[in-house]
């Protein structure tokens, strides 16, 4: 006959068991979310940044990771650019199932946009990097927020006439989807802390957007 204590123990154990097993089960189901993109993704300073006021709207069926790096450029020959980092790798490596891109901003500073002849094909070739992945994760293109002034070199002309443009061609290259971060915040530059980067209150719109802009249906993970 088995102790009494030991029996409960073994319950105990096999219940504990149980729990383990659901909760990396719950883990493993979330959908993965990845936030690319500079100072503005990255929000430096901030008590939340965007991916996380995302995290919040989106709820604990989603994981959202900020991917995040100030002063990053999208193009390959820009003064920093993402393709170097180690954040690109580890993007890479978690295998998301929705990516989100939001780069272009710094690449309106003049040592880098006269190379903007290679900015939709380097754009092109970033998004393929994620489609390519085993996850086939849905990719969106974020048209970057307004500057309300040259500031460090980034150009608000050369965001709305040219980054733009560029992004929405890049879409239609890869058939990847757009979110409008420019549109919301004109007239808005209260919103912002230094006429480029938002404020706390920026960051709940800028969310809500991107939170707008994902699919309504839950995005099947790939096995």
């Given amino acids: 006959m088995k102790h009494p204590f030991k029996a409960r123990l073994h319950s105990y154990f ?10 990396q089960t719950q883990a493993q189901d979330r959908i993965k979310i990845a936030c690319v993109g500079n100072s ?30 100030g002063g990053r450029t999208l193009l390959k020959q820009g003064d920093h650019p993402y393709w170097n980092e180690d954040k690109y790798k580890e993007v890479l490596a978690w295998q998301p199932d929705i990516v989100i891109i939001k780069l272009g901003t710094n690449d309106t500073k003049p040592q880098n946009w006269k190379f903007k002849d290679e900015f939709v094909p380097n754009y092109v070739a970033f998004v393929n ?9 849905k990719v969106f293109l974020a048209l ?26 890049v879409a239609k290259q890869t058939k990847a989807k757009t979110i409008d971060l420019y549109t919301p915040f004109l007239g808005k530059a209260n919103l912002t802390y230094d006429q480029i980067h938002p404020n706390e209150e920026g960051v ?10 994902l699919p309504k249906k839950k995005v099947k993970k790939k096995k």
């Fill in 40 to 69: 503005i993704t990255e929000g430096y300073g901030l008590k939340v940044t965007y991916p996380q006021a995302l995290q919040q709207m989106l709820g604990d069926a989603y994981e959202v990771r900020n991917f995040g790096l």
């Fill in 144 to 169: 970057p927020m307004p500057a309300f002034e040259i500031k460090w070199g980034i150009n608000g002309d050369i965001v709305k006439n040219e980054v733009i443009p560029a992004v929405k061609e």
């Fill in 14 to 23: 096999a219940l504990l068991i149980l729990l383990l097993v659901g909760l």
């Fill in 129 to 137: 990097s994620f489609k390519a992945l085993p996850s086939e994760p």
């Fill in 204 to 213: 709940v719109l800028l969310a809500s957007e991107v939170f707008k802009g």
